[in-house]
């Protein structure tokens, strides 16, 4: 994290509960593939599947009260029903930074091109590609991949989700999965090794 503060950005905690409505901003609706893999803890209510939802809202409340640019970041758990293999687990731990208003529109794959190389410094990691992949939700993220793991993914907009919460200038985002980053750097065969597991601890 002192590498994110000595870039600007300011820590948020969000709540882990989603109401439906903001999974439905976020186009996940009914026919969306991640849909089923959401844990629902009643009809409205389920634990976040990701950081995003939350940091849409915030992001765009302090851009509302004046803070220009905006940059913010969240370290928490997120919850899905993934397929048991050595690269998922049902509860997982997202670090995701944004920024906006802070990148001229047409330079956002630049700027997330510059936050990754700056994540993956500050933890460590020299042996990465990145990657320009297309996505359910975000249409096209820069991913960084070391041998076949993903160990983060860039999003950026404008982006036609942005409406939904009020955002309207080009912004920049990255997810990076801390088990991933803990497996890879500890040259484990299986996440669970890195994982909030009272076994392997």
């Given at each position: 994290t002192r590498?994110?503060?000595?870039?600007?950005?300011?820590?948020?905690?969000?709540?882990?509960?989603?109401?439906?409505?903001?999974?439905?901003?976020?186009?996940?609706?009914?026919?969306?593939?991640?849909?089923?893999?959401?844990?629902?803890?009643?009809?409205?209510?389920?634990?976040?599947?990701?950081?995003?939802?939350?940091?849409?809202?915030?992001?765009?409340?302090?851009?509302?009260?004046?803070?220009?640019?905006?940059?913010?970041?969240?370290?928490?758990?997120?919850?899905?029903?993934?397929?048991?293999?050595?690269?998922?687990?049902?509860?997982?731990?997202?670090?995701?930074?944004?920024?906006?208003?802070g990148v001229?529109?047409?330079?956002?794959?630049?700027?997330?091109?510059?936050?990754?190389?700056?994540?993956?410094?500050?933890?460590?990691?020299?042996?990465?590609?990145?990657?320009?992949?297309?996505?359910?939700?975000?249409?096209?993220?820069?991913?960084?991949?070391?041998?076949?793991?993903?160990?983060?993914?860039?999003?950026?907009?404008?982006?036609?989700?942005?409406?939904?919460?009020?955002?309207?200038?080009?912004?920049?985002?990255?997810?990076?999965?801390?088990?991933?980053?803990?497996?890879?750097?500890?040259?484990?065969?299986?996440?669970?090794?890195?994982?909030?597991?009272?076994?392997?601890?």
């Amino acid at each position: 994290t002192r590498w994110l503060t000595a870039e600007g950005f300011t820590r948020v905690t969000t709540p882990a509960i989603l109401t439906a409505d903001m999974l439905a901003r976020m186009t996940i609706t009914e026919d969306h593939p991640l849909k089923e893999q959401v844990f629902w803890l009643d009809a409205k209510h389920c634990l976040r599947p990701m950081l995003a939802p939350n940091l849409y809202d915030v992001m765009g409340s302090r851009h509302r009260m004046g803070h220009k640019p905006v940059r913010i970041f969240e370290i928490g758990s997120c919850f899905r029903k993934e397929s048991q293999g050595a690269r998922h687990m049902n509860e997982f731990t997202m670090l995701n930074l944004v920024e906006l208003d802070g990148v001229a529109d047409g330079a956002q794959m630049a700027r997330l091109t510059e936050l990754a190389k700056g994540a993956m410094a500050a933890v460590g990691i020299e042996d990465y590609t990145l990657e320009r992949e297309t996505s359910e939700v975000y249409l096209e993220t820069l991913d960084i991949v070391a041998g076949e793991l993903e160990l983060a993914s860039g999003a950026y907009g404008p982006h036609p989700l942005d409406g939904n919460w009020g955002i309207f200038d080009p912004w920049v985002g990255i997810g990076l999965g801390l088990e991933r980053l803990a497996m890879h750097k500890g040259g484990y065969q299986t996440i669970k090794r890195a994982g909030k597991s009272l076994a392997y601890l």
